[in-house]
C-alpha cells in the first residue's frame, strides 16, 4: 500500500519557469489537499479538492492551479515560478468518511526557485 | 479566520524528563479539533494526538498527553520520559469540525532532546 506519493523529491527551477508537481493516492480517498511549508515556519493550504471534479481555494493559492479529473490524483501546477514559491511541498489525503477522517500525508516535494 | 500560535520556537530537555509545549489559538466556532503533528528531519508528518472540542477528557497516547483548555484556548503538549527520537519539529494545529481538513497549523516548535 503505497499511500500518498509525490513526485518529484525535489526540483530546482528558474524564475518564470512552470513545472507541475505530481500527486497521486491509492486509498480511494475523496479529499485531496495541497500545502506549503517555508522555512522554518508550519504548513500552509494551498488547494484542496473533494472529489473529482471539485477543487477550492486555500489560504495561499496566488500563483498556483490545481486539477482533480481522477479520484487518484490531483496535480498542482506553478506557471511562472517565482522565488516566493521556493518552498517544500506536501499533498495529503483523507477519505472523508464519518466525523473524523485521517489525514495522510506524502513526504514532500522541496522545491527552490533561483 | 482562525489562528494557532506557538510562542516557543525552541525548547530542550533532558532524555527521560519532562517538556511541555505550548499552543494557543483563536476560533469562534465551538465543534473543532485540535491536533499535535512531529515532524522528523526525515519531513514526514506524523500525528501525535488529536482533541476533539466537544470532548472534556485530555487526550493521552503513551507517553504524549494534552492539556485541553477550552475556555483559555489553550491546547499544550506534554511529553513524559523523553526519548532521543522524540526530537523534531512540533506543529500545533487546528480544524473546523465538519467538512474537509482544512487544518491551520502554528509555527513550530523545535524540540532537543539533550543525552
Known amino acids: 500500500n503505497a499511500g500518498v506519493t509525490q513526485t518529484p523529491k525535489f526540483r530546482i527551477l528558474k524564475i518564470g519557469q512552470s513545472m507541475t508537481l505530481q500527486c497521486t493516492q491509492d486509498?480511494?480517498?475523496?479529499?485531496m489537499y495541497w500545502y506549503r511549508q517555508d522555512p522554518g515556519m508550519g504548513l500552509k493550504l494551498i488547494y484542496y479538492s473533494v472529489g473529482a471534479g471539485i477543487t477550492d481555494k486555500g489560504e495561499v493559492p496566488n500563483g498556483y492551479n490545481v486539477s482533480r479529473s481522477t479520484t487518484e490524483d490531483f496535480p498542482l501546477r506553478l506557471e511562472l515560478a517565482a522565488p516566493s514559491q521556493t518552498s517544500v511541498y506536501f499533498c495529503a489525503s483523507s477519505s472523508g468518511q464519518g466525523r473524523y477522517s485521517p489525514l495522510h500525508f506524502g513526504n514532500g516535494t522541496r522545491l527552490t526557485v533561483t | 479566520a482562525q489562528t494557532v500560535t506557538q510562542s516557543q520556537p525552541e525548547m530542550s530537555v533532558q532524555e527521560a524528563e519532562t517538556v511541555t509545549l505550548s499552543c494557543t489559538y483563536d476560533?469562534?466556532?465551538?465543534?473543532?479539533?485540535l491536533f499535535w503533528y512531529k515532524q522528523p528531519p526525515s519531513r514526514q508528518m506524523i500525528l501525535v494526538i488529536r482533541?476533539?472540542?466537544?470532548?472534556?477528557q485530555n487526550a493521552t497516547e503513551n507517553r504524549f498527553s494534552v492539556n485541553f483548555q477550552k475556555a483559555a484556548k489553550s491546547f499544550s503538549l506534554k511529553i513524559s520520559d523523553s526519548q532521543l527520537g522524540d526530537a523534531a519539529m512540533y506543529f500545533c494545529a487546528y480544524r473546523r469540525g465538519q467538512g474537509a481538513q482544512k487544518l491551520v497549523f502554528g509555527q513550530g516548535t523545535r524540540l532537543t532532546i539533550n543525552p
Open positions: 486509498m480511494n480517498h475523496n479529499y
Open positions: 482533541q476533539e472540542a466537544y470532548k472534556q
Open positions: 476560533t469562534s466556532e465551538s465543534d473543532y479539533y
